[in-house]
């Protein structure tokens, strides 16, 4: 074990958790990397009522789990769809290819996530800002694949530079 001094722990109670809202998404961050050295983040994603998140993609350095904390969340892969209900957590390691939305067309649902290396938080601040006062809260398809490139993550089908 590597010899250092005493690392404080770190609480963020929900009402001081960063609000970020992302088109119709609302993302809280309650870790953002800044106290595990980038290892991991920690979010809450939640999803009004039929609403879809991201457009297919895959990650080239970071994995996620998803837990849903609420309502039905469906995660899109090229295999069909697996839909996860509350109390239930997905796994999206490197390379997978995935979506996922609100499989409820009357109730909100909401998933805790993590990201590995934590900085990925820094994509949902992005946009966040790209999207504040857009009609929709959508970027364009160019748009939104340049802030998914900055972060490593791809569309189905385009190759990442080595």
């Given at each position: 074990m590597p010899t250092r001094?005493?690392?404080p722990v770190s609480l963020v109670p929900s009402s001081q958790a960063e609000t970020l809202k992302v088109g119709p998404l609302t993302v809280r961050v309650f870790e953002d990397g800044s106290n595990t050295q980038n290892r991991v983040s920690a979010v809450t994603i939640t999803l009004p009522p039929g609403t879809s998140g991201p457009p297919m993609h895959w990650?080239?350095?970071?994995?996620?789990?998803f837990f849903v904390t609420k309502g039905t969340i469906v995660f899109s892969t090229p295999e069909g769809d697996v839909v996860a209900k509350t109390g239930d957590c997905m796994t999206v390691p490197p390379g997978a290819i995935h979506?996922?939305?609100n499989?409820?067309?009357s109730e909100e649902g909401e998933c805790y996530m993590?990201?590995?290396p934590g900085?990925?938080?820094d994509y949902f601040r992005m946009l966040?800002?790209?999207t504040a006062g857009l009609v929709g809260g959508k970027l364009g398809k160019e748009e939104t694949e340049h802030l998914m490139a900055l972060f490593g993550t791809f569309p189905p089908?385009?190759?990442s530079e080595p």
């Open positions: 001094g005493p690392v990650h080239r350095f970071h994995d996620e789990l979506t996922f939305r499989g409820s067309e993590t990201a590995t900085h990925y938080v966040s800002k790209a089908g385009v190759e």
